[in-house]
């Protein structure tokens, strides 16, 4: 979910842009929104990664020539671990257990 609302609010600020000042390519806000999320980026992929029992610094495969981006997005959309790893419970387990449980 965090992926789809970054893309569209970037899709968003490049159409107003583009519609606002057509003379002008900057492209000033859609730049200042991809630096001021560069970091909570960074971190969901580093939350991601360790559901799949990867460390986060795996995000530096992307710069590997040619493969690391996409060795790094197959490690982002795989599924999470059945049940806990070295950096937690896997948060699909406590979803299923706390829905299937109604009395708490």
């Given at each position: 979910m965090f992926t789809l609302f970054y893309f569209i609010i970037i899709?968003?600020?490049?159409?107003?842009?583009?519609?606002?000042?057509?003379?002008?390519?900057?492209?000033?806000p859609g730049y200042l929104y991809t630096l001021g999320m560069?970091?909570?980026?960074?971190?969901?992929?580093?939350?991601?990664?360790?559901?799949?029992?990867?460390?986060?610094?795996?995000?530096?495969?992307c710069f590997v020539p040619f493969v690391g981006w996409i060795v790094r997005l197959v490690f982002l959309v795989r599924d999470s671990d059945e049940g806990d790893n070295q950096?937690?419970?896997?948060?699909?387990?406590q979803e299923?257990?706390?829905t299937s449980n109604p009395n708490g």
């Open positions: 899709h968003v600020l490049g159409f107003i842009e583009g519609t606002f000042s057509p003379a002008n390519n900057s492209n000033l560069l970091l909570p980026t960074l971190a969901v992929a580093a939350r991601r990664l360790h559901h799949t029992s990867k460390s986060g610094w795996q995000q530096l495969l950096y937690g419970p896997n948060p699909k387990m299923i257990n706390t």
